[in-house]
Structures are given as C-alpha cells and as structure tokens.
C-alpha cells in the first residue's frame, strides 16, 4: 500500500458541505483519499511513503467533460465558419475527413486529446466515437479516467448494424474490470441514425453488460419530429415507452429537449450536457439551463470535441456558461457560481453514475484532484472575490499545475508525467499530414 | 542605440498583407522594428547588441485593450451575481467601496492590473478612472503603453465641474512628452453624468492639449433618452452638432447606439469597443458588432474592468466575440476570425490615432510585440487549423512567454522584468483588507 501525504495553501472540496481547508492537507491511499483536514490537526509524527507540499496551489476535484470525441484533434481547425450541426455541415466538413482516415490515425488525435484535457484539470472524460477498439489503448496509456462510448451509426442498414453491435460487445467485453476506463454504447443519435431495430438490440446489449447510452440529443429537432411523425409522441417520452430512461443516459446538447418532458426525465438516470461554446459556435443554440435546473435534471458540462470548440480547457466553459445564460435571461445572477462549478464536477459524476466515487473531494472517493497555481494571475484580492468566483471567472486551466487520478499524478510541476506530450504531438501532425494527402488525391 | 536580433518559428504581422514568416527574425533599434524576414535571408555575419532566439514561439503584436479601469481590481468578486450597468447596480456595490477608498489604494490595484495585462499579452490600454495622478505613475513604472483618461463625473455641479476640469488639466499637463503614456478626457458618460456646460469646456481643454474623449456610451439608452428630450435627436447627433465627432471618441460598449447613426460615425474618428464579457456578465447585452463593421465604424476589444469580467485576459474577449455572434446571428460563419484579431490590435491602435505607429509588426511601428509558446497545447495540428483560428479559438492568454514594449522587455520566458507581481500583489491585498475594514465600520 502506499500512502502519500499532500499538503497545500487550499483545499477546497465541492462537497455538499462546501469544505474549505485553508493550509489543508490530504492523505491519499493507493487510489483514495483517506483523510482531508488542516495542517494543524495532522501528527507531525506520522510517516508516509510520499510527501508533496504543494504550497501555493488550491488543490480542488478534477472536472469531468460529458461530451467529448476524443479522436477528432485531426481535425481541428477544419470547420471553422461552418457548423457541424446540420446534416450538410457535418457532412462537408468532417465526414469527408472521418471516412479517409483508419485505424492508425486514432491514436495520436486520442493522445494529444488527453494531453490536453490533463494540463487544463479534466481527471475523467466521457467519450464517443468510432474506432473505440484503438482508443482505449490510448486512453488507459494516459492514466485518465473514462468512460467510453462505442459510437453507432447504423441508418436501419443490418449489415451495419450485425457488425456494428458486434464490435461493441467486443469493445465492452475488452473492458470488463478495467480500473478506470468503463465501456459505454454510444448510438450516435437515437431515431436519427439508429432505428428502432437497433435500439433494441442496444437495450440487450446494454442489459448484458450493465452500462449506458452516451447519445446526441436535441441538437436540432430531428428526434421530435421524427417521433411525433411516427409515434405521435416527443423522443423522450418515446424513449420512456421503450424503457430507455431507466438506463444511465448522456444526452449530449440537448437544446431542443421539449421542455413538458423535463418533470418525465428528472428522477431518471438521465443527464443533459451542456456545451455551450459548442452549441454557440454551431450556431445551434444552447441547452435551456434554466429550466433543466429548475425541474432538477441533472447537468453535466462539456466541451464537444476540438473542431467545435477548438479547446479542451474547461475552464472556459465554466466562465462562458455564466456569461451566456446572464445574457440570455438579462439577469446577472442568472446561474449561481457554484452551481457552474457542480456542473463540471459532480454533474459529469452523477451522469456516468460514479458520484460516490469521484466529482468531490471527499474521505473514501477515489484521488482525482488538481491544483493551480496561486501565484498566477487572476486571484487577487483573496478577499473580495471568494474561491469559487475566481474559478469560474478569473482563472484558466492554464493556472493547472498537478493532476491526480485515482492516486497518480499525470501532471506534476506544470509537466506530464504519463507521456511525452511533443513527441505524441509530433505523431499527430505525421498522421494530419498524411490524411491531407489522402484528401488531395 | 541598442539594436536587438529577436528569431523566432512564427512571425505573425496581422499587417494588411498578413504576412507570416516561419523561421522569421526582427531587428528593433531601440523603440522601432527596422527589419522583419526570413532568418535565411539574415546575413549571419552581422552584428547586434542583443540576440535573443525564441524558438519555437510564435511573435505578433502586441494587444490593444481598448476599454479599462485599471485601479478597479480592488473591487474584483465584490460585485458577483450583480450589474454594474444600471445606477442601482453601480451604486448598491461598487459605488459604496469607491466612496471608501484614498490614493494609496491606486496605485496597488492599477499595478496588478498592469501585471496580469503584460501576462496575458496586452502592450497597450485605453484606461478611464478617477486619481488618474495616482494611476500613471504605476503604469510608467510597468513599462506599458498607455493612453490614460481622466475620469470626470461632474452632474451639472459648478464646484465638482471646475474642480475635475482643473485637476483633468493637471494631468494633462503632466503628460506632456511622455514616451508611453497619453493623457486624454474622460467624461464618464456625456449627457448622463456630464453636462453640456461641463462638455463645452472638456472640449476646450481638448483643443488646448489635442486629445480625445473616452467616455462610457450607449450601455443603455439614458443619452438617447436624454438627446431626444432635450434636443430632440439622438445623442450622436447631437454630438456632432456640438463639434465632438471631430475629436477622437472611445465609446466604450456602444450596446444600444442607434443603427442610423452608424453612417453619421463612420468617417469620424470614432471608435466603438466591443467587451462582450463585460455586457453579457452584466446582463445589458453588446454592441451590433456586425451593423458596426457593415457601416465601415472602427471597432477595437475591450475587457472593461474586472469586477465586470474578472479578467484581463484579451484572447478570452477574442473567443467569446466569435462565439457570441454565430450564436446571436444564428450563422457559424457570423465574423471571421481575422476580423477579431483586427479589433484586438488595429482596432484599438486606430482607436488612440496610433495605427501608424502599432497594432501590426510593420518595419518602422514601434517595437510592440508579444510571443506565445508553440509547444504548449491547442495549436495541433499546424496543417489543420490556421494561426488565426487557434489564437481566437483554441489557446490563451497564458501562453503568453514574452512581451516587449517600445523596444523593451516587460516579460521574458514567464516571468516579469519591470516588476515583482507578487510583491504588489501583497500590497493589493493589505490595501483591500483595509478597505474591508472601513466598509464595515
């Protein structure tokens, strides 16, 4: 067993107590935390097998990002001025990449995607895309936790659809036990491009290996009409009537989620991400924050992947989210600072159905922590704006100095401990290199 | 003369021809770029008192912040959940603290307002506050440029108008020959805190030291109420009738200036400024960036003070900008990414009448320049994305390693040359801790 003591400046614990130890200390376990309280209270005595004072640093829980395409950093900067958001966006854009790229290309967007999700404080992310066999060996490389989605696009074709359930029952097999990465279905979009054929055979699959949906939803208003056409009815409560909602559920987006079927999702294991610089960039529209918030769904934070976004840094989604939903509603306290915060921690927890064991920092939940860096820029005065302001507002994930997951640090020192970041990136632009060729002949 | 070889991987101009060099060099004689090119084209046999490789950095100018309040990170937190953009809002919080603070606060708060500017790439700003002769000296000894207007709220009263205009006068006084810093006016808001009588006599002095009015302007719609009133036509009518459309204005936000009068401006030295966090955070909303940029009106980038924003970070206001408007004008294409560079550097430069001299790397403009770290993360892969879109979309303000201001270096590989952050840092902060104390007594 090993036992590290780690001490800093601030610990600050978004837990539902709101805990704050200033000159805090925590002791880690193997991969939990044991003890959080002051330096003062701890027995000078004690020995450990690792001690890291941190010193000027707030060491709070790392961030989950509910929605990410953790491949698609080949494509960043492709679709700028487009969206990806319409049938036509997406397929003039990316589609036209996705289909001459193969299997060798996926590691190194899937590397550089981690990396950059590490140096700005995410500790766990939820994925979703094709080729989920050579991401995981990636991911698992990156010491990052996750969970991953086999994304499904079957369009009603059985040819697609046998061998599209087939490999992902392949892919949940392969990670049966994993210590960090769990497997997930991930029909790309249900009704839109996954027929009710395969949702049922998805739903026994799903049975069988006790997981998740992680879906697009409400992107637009494909699903309603769809469903309103031939059930008469919206997509959730389609959903409900064929028992999804009882199931673990990521709805990705989810802009236009009619807002009657709120009270119908809200005791369900049901999240909305939201994902605004996403949903603004696309010029979609963002999820009705307010009203999922009101009704008591739960709501996780995401920042899709890199070609809508451009950023991984979910720092900055935090700060947009305020801004955003103040302007829209012209109210300034329109969305409390906190409650931002519970999104991009507790909120992706609660969404993948590991909140007792991750999304705070709390004795007996798994070491996923990260500290900034308090002689950065962005804080002063301590004491006019509280901790919370400040993350939400004032800093970035560029203030992140150290990450743990599940007891080991990725990130010490403003430095990667798990790869060697220009090296995988150097392997990226080999592979974008090589895709560009691929598209010009 | 002090004649400076800096090389660098990227020399970005954002010149009207946008030229780029990969594996580009500079050559600054004491305050002026005198070369830029290809370092191939470099005879390596010459020369320099200095010779300093950045490597693998990308070097472009130096940002404009074209709207501040530098003494106002006193008050950073104080106003969270609030508008500073109604009478009630300004007075219920920030107006309290204001009334409470003396001189020896400034200077603390305007230093680290310095500091987190230099650290996230701004060399010049546009700044309005009251104790504008407890600011400058602080902005002198950070080695920024700026252009500094005195705040003057005078409502009509005789003693408070000839008091301000009096001391306004001082300070413009002082200004005279500086190297870095320009004095200008700065009625708060015209017609709303500053009455005509006070006007004909800011003008005046205006005359006398050849300067401009930054004024706040249209952050609602009190001057067009008031115009329509009294004049019975718009505020910017009616300053043009007064001859002020003659002199250089900021007119800082520009949320609800009237769409006819765009033409009216258009070929006058008027800049509006664009500070999305500021307006959304606040709940009013922004200026009609599009309606701006149709009409041919300069527009620059602002991050107004930051209790408003929290954050000085210029790269944020790029990002936001982009997001925003693709959102608010439902077209993901809604302004082009080289644009909101233009507002954040020539925007701004045009905005103090110094696009000749900043605002691009132009051989003969002033050394003003800034250099972010390539191996950091967000800039993957380079074939994919171009410079433009990773600078607005994907990194940050803390990429930022090197900022050089008039020839000189105010930041070098991270770290402060012209001043000890920390140190004013913890002035900031007894300064704030003090004025807590009289708050509550």
Redesign the interface.
């Known amino acids: 067993m090993s036992c590290k003591l780690i001490t800093s400046d601030v610990v600050l614990c978004l837990d539902a107590d709101d805990h704050i130890y200033k000159n805090g200390y925590m002791v880690v376990e193997d991969d939990r935390i044991t003890e959080i309280g002051y330096q003062k209270d701890l027995d000078s005595r004690r020995k450990f097998d690792e001690t890291v004072e941190l010193g000027p640093r707030l060491v709070m829980p790392g961030l989950v990002n509910a929605h990410t395409h953790s491949p698609m950093?080949?494509?960043?900067?492709?679709v700028?001025?487009?969206?990806l958001f319409t049938l036509d966006?997406w397929f003039n854009t990316i589609r036209v990449l996705e289909m001459k790229i193969d299997s060798e290309m996926i590691g190194p967007g899937v590397a550089?995607s981690c990396?950059?999700m590490i140096?700005?404080g995410t500790t766990t992310f939820v994925d979703q895309y094709f080729w989920m066999d050579h991401i995981y060996p990636e991911v698992r490389k990156s010491g990052l936790r996750a969970v991953l989605a086999y994304g499904i696009v079957e369009l009603g074709e059985e040819t697609a659809r046998k061998r599209e359930l087939a490999a992902a029952a392949a892919f949940l097999e392969s990670l049966q036990d994993d210590p960090l990465l769990t497997g997930w279905l991930g029909p790309h979009a249900f009704f839109v491009d996954n027929s009710e054929t395969a949702m049922g055979l998805e739903k026994e699959l799903a049975d069988k290996y006790k997981v998740g949906f992680h879906t697009h939803f409400a992107t637009g208003q494909e699903e309603n009409d769809y469903c309103r056409e031939h059930y008469g009815i919206t997509a959730i409560q389609q959903l409900n009537k064929m028992g999804f909602l009882e199931y673990p559920i990521i709805a990705a987006h989810s802009i236009g989620i009619p807002l009657e079927d709120l009270d119908t999702v809200k005791d369900k294991p049901f999240t909305a991400v939201f994902a605004?610089?996403s949903?603004?960039?696309?010029?979609a529209?963002?999820a009705p924050l307010n009203a999922l918030r009101a009704a008591g769904v739960n709501v996780a934070l995401g920042t899709d992947n890199?070609t809508n976004?451009?950023?991984y840094?979910m720092f900055?989604e935090m700060?947009?989210t305020?801004?955003?939903m103040?302007?829209l509603?012209?109210?300034?306290?329109?969305i409390?600072?906190r409650y931002i915060l519970d999104m991009a921690t507790m909120g992706g927890a609660r969404a993948i159905g590991m909140e007792k064991e991750i999304g705070s920092l709390e004795t007996g939940k798994k070491a996923d922590l990260i500290a900034l860096d308090l002689?950065?820029?962005?804080w002063?005065?301590?004491?006019?704006?509280?901790f919370y302001?400040?993350l939400v507002?004032?800093?970035?994930g560029?203030?992140v100095r150290d990450v743990m997951v599940n007891g080991n640090w990725l990130f010490r020192d403003n430095d990667w401990t798990s790869m060697d970041?220009?090296k995988v990136?150097g392997e990226?632009?080999a592979k974008?290199?090589e895709l560009?060729r691929r598209i010009k002949e």
């Open positions: 950093t080949l494509f960043r900067g492709h700028e001025g487009h969206t966006g550089v990396a950059e140096r700005t605004p610089s949903g603004m960039r696309n010029a529209g963002i890199v976004n451009n950023s840094d900055k700060a947009i305020g801004k955003i103040a302007l509603e012209r109210n300034a306290d329109a409390p600072t002689n950065e820029i962005g002063a005065p301590f004491g006019g704006q509280d302001a400040a507002y004032a800093v970035s560029y203030h970041y220009l990136r990226l632009e974008h290199d560009m």
